[in-house]
C-alpha cells in the first residue's frame, strides 16, 4: 500500500500557474494515478489521470483539457498537476490518488488547496 501526500498549491492571480505535486511514499509504477478537486457544496471532481507507467496514457476533463497537463516522474513516485491560464472556477480543493493496478480502492491524500482570485 502507499501514501500520497499531495503539495504546491496556493493563491494565484487568473491566468497564472500553478504546478502542484503529489509525492508516494513507495514505487508507483504499478499504479494509475490522477487528481480531482471539490468545491464546497459541490460533488468531487475529475479532473486529469495518467496510466500506470508500462501505458502512461493520458485523460483530462473537459475544463482541464489544453489548460492542464498531468504527468509522472516514476524515478521520484511523483505525480504532478501543471496547471496554466487558471481561472476562477479553478478554485478548490485538489486531491491525488493512486491507483494500483491489482485493486480498485483508490488511495487518496489529504488535499491541497488552490485559490485563483485577483
Known amino acids: 500500500q502507499v501514501q500520497v501526500v499531495e503539495s504546491g498549491g496556493g493563491l494565484v492571480q487568473p491566468g497564472g500557474s500553478l504546478k502542484l505535486s503529489c509525492a508516494a511514499s513507495?514505487?508507483?509504477?504499478?499504479?494509475?494515478l490522477g487528481w480531482y478537486r471539490q468545491t464546497p457544496g459541490k460533488e468531487r471532481e475529475f479532473v486529469a489521470s495518467i496510466a500506470r507507467a508500462i501505458a502512461n496514457n493520458t485523460i483530462y476533463s473537459d475544463s482541464a483539457e489544453g489548460r492542464f497537463t498531468i504527468s509522472r516522474d516514476d524515478t521520484k513516485n511523483t505525480v504532478y498537476l501543471q496547471m496554466n491560464s487558471l481561472k476562477f472556477e479553478d478554485t478548490a480543493v485538489y486531491f491525488c490518488?493512486?491507483?494500483?493496478?491489482?485493486?480498485?480502492?483508490?488511495?487518496w491524500g489529504q488535499g491541497t488547496q488552490v485559490n485563483v482570485s485577483s
Open positions: 490518488y493512486a491507483l494500483p493496478s491489482w485493486g480498485s480502492t483508490r488511495y
Open positions: 513507495g514505487s508507483i509504477f504499478d499504479y494509475a
